[in-house]
């Protein structure tokens, strides 16, 4: 299993990212498939360094905040209008409920309108995430798990080729990340909150938090930070993880590929 880092700002895309995209890849069959892991505002730009968009297998959206999710319009536009033509089929979409009716909205769709769930068809086909609900896209195995932040989020747990990639999405605290990282090959953790200087509660992981989490979780053999808002110092947030984490403590790098 390989991850390319698209994008991994957090809150906005940032001067040197754009936010949160993560592309995934394994192969099977005789070929690769290929998924992202959220879709923020930039990201489709960059997504074209590494990928044709018509190419990917699947979307999957931890929330609907638009840092992650923003350009799903774009790659609507993509897909309807591009002089190639139309993908053989529709490009499923999951998220949670409501993904539909947000795109519409982003597209430009009415509110009168927004209310039929066919507007974006026949390019998407939107499936709703459910709490633990587990589905396969190709090679992958993908297990969504409710955590802890103001709108419906889900971290997402992927596993292929006998590796496992656990994604936070945006999270604080919460008795889902032990699932979602026990035995993680790689825990990509969001961190957009400083321990000294961020102390609401129910949004977001710190440095700190994450590597506690993916300590009490066990088995954790990589720990990345990454969403990462640019007015933080990274280092601030590694040092953070450091305090906690026995092992190296990693900063996602956008344009970077991992094999997992």
């Known amino acids: 299993m390989k991850l390319t880092i698209v994008g991994c700002s957090g809150s906005y895309a940032g001067p040197h990212s754009p936010a949160s995209c993560y ?3 394994a192969d099977l069959d005789g070929r690769t498939w290929s998924i992202l892991l959220d879709l923020g505002n930039g990201a ?18 931890s929330h609907l905040h638009p840092d992650h ?4 319009s774009g790659l609507h536009v993509m897909l ?24 519409a909205r982003a597209s430009g769709v009415s509110d009168d309108e927004a209310g039929d769930a066919q507007l974006l068809r026949p ?3 939107f499936r709703d995430l459910a709490d633990a609900e587990v589905f396969t896209i190709g090679p992958f195995r993908i297990t969504p798990l ?9 971290g997402l747990r992927v596993e292929a080729d006998g590796r496992t990639l656990a994604y936070t999405g945006d999270t604080d605290t919460c008795a889902a990340l032990t699932p979602l990282m ?19 509660e129910g949004i977001h992981l710190s440095g700190h938090r994450a590597a506690t989490a993916a300590v ?9 930070l990454t969403h990462i808002p640019p007015w933080n110092d990274p280092e601030v947030c590694r040092a953070e993880a450091d305090l906690v984490w026995p092992g190296d403590v990693e900063l996602a790098q956008p344009g970077a590929t991992y094999v997992l």
């Open 23 to 25: 592309l995934v890849q």
């Open 44 to 61: 489709l730009g960059e997504l074209q360094r590494h990928l044709a968009p018509r190419d990917v297998d699947a979307v999957v959206l």
């Open 69 to 72: 999710c923003a350009d799903l």
């Open 80 to 103: 309807r209008y591009d002089p190639a033509g139309a993908p053989e089929a529709a490009l499923p979409i999951y998220g949670p409920r409501g993904t539909d009716l947000r795109a």
């Open 123 to 125: 390019e998407m086909d």
């Open 146 to 154: 409710r955590v802890n932040h103001p709108v419906e989020a889900y």
């Open 182 to 200: 026990t035995k993680a090959d790689l825990v990509l953790s969001d961190s957009a909150f400083c321990e000294d200087r961020d102390d609401v």
């Open 216 to 224: 009490l979780a066990g088995g954790v053999k990589r720990l990345m």
